[in-house]
């Protein structure tokens, strides 16, 4: 009876340090302050690894539409953005030096846009084209996506789900066959990229999106000014793809305004280092 007892305390001790070890913050809080310790049962090299090949027949099968766009005014300009916005990273996580950054551009009319984790961006034409976005506006949202990917919640979704027994055989992609490598990075992916984000992850990556957006030298009002665009191209309309994933409204801008004291100085810095000689 002892042994036992022993054994089911050896067993709740071991368990519990499994999910105390689970535990992280995955980035620095920045001067946004977001802090939040993180619940992480998968690995981060895996749920890569799975986004790298959900990513790769993502361009595959733009390839084969003809619908992939590698040059071109519109994809020199996300370049641009993105390479600026990319060289902030670091000041939430040191290991984004290291990331294998790819940007996507994809020519079809639908208002969507994603950052795979290790740092995978895809945009879509009918985004920019249907919302007339700025520079600084597409920073915004380029930031917002990025943000996601640092603060890592589709492999904090994942690690969820599969604590709640949710999805099953992630593991299997590592020793299967190609075609199921691609069904269970899609099915992964499912949980990395497709599904809501809470208000919490939504709130982080707003309030990082707009600091890297801001210490690249863009605008962090526009911020606001793309939400207001997002909540007038929903009017009396179907919800597009990327507000299906992504909730907004007043409650969203005031949230976004609160954040500017903290971050306009950054900009201000910024302009002033890019006027310089």
């Known amino acids: 009876m002892a042994y036992k007892l022993c054994s089911y305390r050896t067993i709740a001790s071991l368990a519990l340090s499994t999910l105390l070890l689970a535990c992280a913050n995955t980035t620095r809080s920045g001067a946004v302050g977001v802090n939040r310790s993180q619940f992480m049962m998968v690995s981060s090299t895996e749920v890569d690894r799975l986004s790298a090949i959900s990513y790769n027949e ?6 084969e539409k003809n619908i992939l766009v590698s040059s071109g005014p519109t994809y020199d300009r996300l370049k641009t953005i993105s390479n600026r916005l990319i060289q902030q990273t670091s000041i939430f996580r040191d290991d984004t030096r290291q990331w294998n950054w790819q940007l996507t551009l994809i020519n079809a009319p639908i ?6 984790p290790g740092g995978k961006i895809t945009f879509y034409t009918g985004l ?29 979704r994942l690690s969820q789900a599969l604590a709640q027994s949710a999805v099953t055989n992630i ?72 507000l299906s994933t992504h909730p907004s409204g007043e409650t969203r801008i005031e949230q976004l305004s609160a954040l500017m004291p903290a971050v306009e100085p950054l900009y201000l810095n910024a302009q002033q280092a890019k006027a310089k000689p």
């Open 58 to 63: 993502q361009n595959q099968k733009a390839k």
């Open 111 to 116: 208002i969507n846009a994603t950052c795979a």
């Open 128 to 156: 920019i084209e249907q919302l007339n976005l700025s520079d600084d506006e597409i920073a915004s949202i380029m930031g917002h996506e990025i943000a996601h990917a640092l603060r890592e919640h589709g492999r904090e």
């Open 171 to 242: 593991a299997i992609a590592a020793a299967g066959s190609f075609g199921s490598a691609i069904s269970v990075a899609n099915q992964a992916a499912q949980y990395v990229l497709v599904l809501p984000n809470s208000r919490q992850n939504e709130s982080e990556a707003d309030a990082i999106g707009l600091e890297l957006s801001a210490r690249a030298g863009y605008n962090p009002q526009a911020a606001i000014s793309v939400w207001k665009k997002m909540i007038k191209v929903t009017d009396g309309k179907t919800t597009p793809e990327f």
